[in-house]
């Protein structure tokens, strides 16, 4: 069956520094993959998103890549702010069943 | 953007007793799925809700434990049954417009079991 799989957290980096977190996935046929972000005591916000093959998604400063030749789509922002600090969910969705896969989530700590 | 009222936000129940969630979207969606989201961990789909017919549950859920109701296009109920502890987590609802095939979720329930 389809699986996400996405790097343990918590995560903690000093404000401005670089982020990335992994996310690699197992599907049949051609899933489109997003990344949802869930603040502290609210429910779960799009990030980004892509369809398809080399598309990238990207948002408030984050970026990710569909690489299918390696499966992935990892989460990368250049600067982040504490405001960023959250639990990031890799998810997959295939053009089947229409419901999404979730990864486990990455906590995300930025520090000032 | 489709715009989802879940309802109740938290609450506090004995075990035993049932809780009802409901799930109201402001346009007609194609899909509505129920998730749970136990403490510290992803989500995970309970069942499909189709309108007029029988939930589609995944492995490990059972009707008779999360009865689900979808009487039309843009309502849902989800019951959690004869509750234990184990219950205790954020259960959320997740739509799919018939519009622009994307996908919402609401802001969950979170429900504590004592």
């Known amino acids: 069956g389809n699986s996400v799989t996405q790097m343990e957290g918590p995560v903690t980096l000093s404000e401005e520094a670089f982020l990335t977190i992994n996310c690699t996935y197992t599907a049949t046929g051609y899933p489109s993959l997003f990344w949802y972000v869930q603040y502290p005591g609210e429910g779960l916000q799009l990030l980004l998103k892509a369809t398809k093959a080399d598309d990238k998604g990207s948002n408030k400063g984050f970026e990710a890549t569909y690489r299918k030749e390696t499966t992935s789509f990892h989460l990368e922002k250049g600067s982040v702010q504490v405001s960023d600090s959250a639990v990031y969910f890799c998810a997959l969705r295939d053009n089947y069943g229409q419901n999404f896969v979730f990864g486990p989530g990455t906590r995300l700590s930025v520090l000032p | 953007s489709a715009v989802i009222s879940q309802k109740p936000s938290r609450d506090i129940c004995q075990r035993g007793t049932s809780l009802t969630i409901q799930c109201q979207v402001d346009?007609?969606?194609?899909?509505m799925f129920w998730y749970r989201q136990q403490p510290g961990q992803s989500l995970t789909l309970i069942a499909t809700a189709n309108q007029g017919s029988e939930a589609t549950y995944e492995s490990g859920f059972v009707i008779d434990k999360f009865p689900i109701s979808r009487p039309n296009l843009t309502f849902s109920t989800l019951t959690v049954s004869n509750m234990s502890p184990e219950d205790s987590s954020i259960y959320l609802c997740s739509v799919e417009e018939i519009q622009t095939t994307k996908a919402f979720f609401g802001q969950g329930t979170r429900l504590t079991v004592v």
């Open positions: 346009s007609q969606v194609t899909m």
